[in-house]
């Protein structure tokens, strides 16, 4: 069966929905134990430029990068099923009129939202929904200062267009239940982002070790306003006014590193909040060794960030805004806090460093959890079981 698989994003760019596409198309590339036979032929489709990894042998699909609309228009029409990272517009509508069973992943709220994130910027709030309510006029004024009046109103439009066009798609798929309840489609089914399953090799602190030195936290993801860092530094401000040891490394870059950094000085925590900027591999594994907890303070409705996932498999502590599919990915096995309260963040960062023997067991109902619902086996299998529907 010809699979074809369309994401905007893609290696070697380095993001969620890139990691999903990757492990999408290579495990269902893969030969299936149970059956002996490969699954899909899969092609990924993409509008990033390509490197080495499209070498041949390197990858067990083929890439097809910036395609004309000519070339995208042929390889639907040569592909058995389509699966879309995302909704994009024109895949969509190619998949559609020439009557292919198309299956749309959602991995943010383009079909229900301007920009994609249900995300107020100038306010720095969560959206009520305006989209969905028909104010679009909230829409419009929301957009304007980034995308300017006419940029605002482009893109308002097109939410239209998205959202009709996924409507009629086989199915819409949802990375948590989160999203599923906000975009609200027809034909709309759960498969859970999933990573792999690795032994957690990751070695506990006992809580001595905790008057020796520092508790140690970090964040991992992009610098960006919708990702709350600056309620981590201010967090930290609240703590050593308390006269807590601890340290705190911030892991990712974006837009927001320089102000992070300025903000972070003009607090005097300059040695005890760490910029380490963008990692993976090896090195994130050993900047993460002597980590205690993950914090993720988001202020916007994270979708289901593979990050937390990732963590929650090597049984670390995961402290969270209780906010969207990252709330849902935590749920009782972590530490929760009102997104963009620093108060309470400070709290439960503090409750670590006083109770040091919270990590372990948390950690490992975390592992649990992970293990029970966030398996890229699960996640491929899943996948599998629709692309073959009828």
Known sequence: MKLLIYSHAFAPQVGGIETFAAQLARGLSMTDSSEEIKNFAVTVVTLVPGNEVDSPGVSPFRIVRKPSSLELWRLVGDSDRILLAGPAILPLAFALVRRKILIVSHHGYQSTCPNGMLFQFPTQTCCPGHFAAGRYGECVKCNAPQEKLPGSIKILLLTFIRRALSRRAFSNVAVSEHVATRIALPRLRVIRNGVPEIPSSRPFFAAGDAKAAPIVFAY????????????????????KSRGCRFQVLIIGDGPEREPLQALASSLHLDNDVCFLGFQRGPQLEQSMNTVTALVMPSIC?????????????????????????????IGDTGLTFAPGNAN???????????????????GKRARERALAFYTLQRQLNEYRELLRAR
Do not use: F, H, N, Y
Request: net charge negative; glycine share 8%.
């Open 220 to 239: 991992v993801g992009r610098l960006v306003t919708e990702k709350g860092v600056s309620v981590l530094v201010q967090a930290a401000r609240a703590l």
């Open 301 to 329: 409705e994270d979708v289901a960030p593979l990050a937390v996932l990732e963590q929650m498999m090597q049984e670390r502590l995961i402290i969270g805004s209780k906010i969207g599919g990252l709330a849902e990915e």
């Open 344 to 362: 309470e963040l400070a709290e439960r960062m503090q409750q670590v460093i006083e109770q040091p023997d919270l990590a372990q067991p948390l």
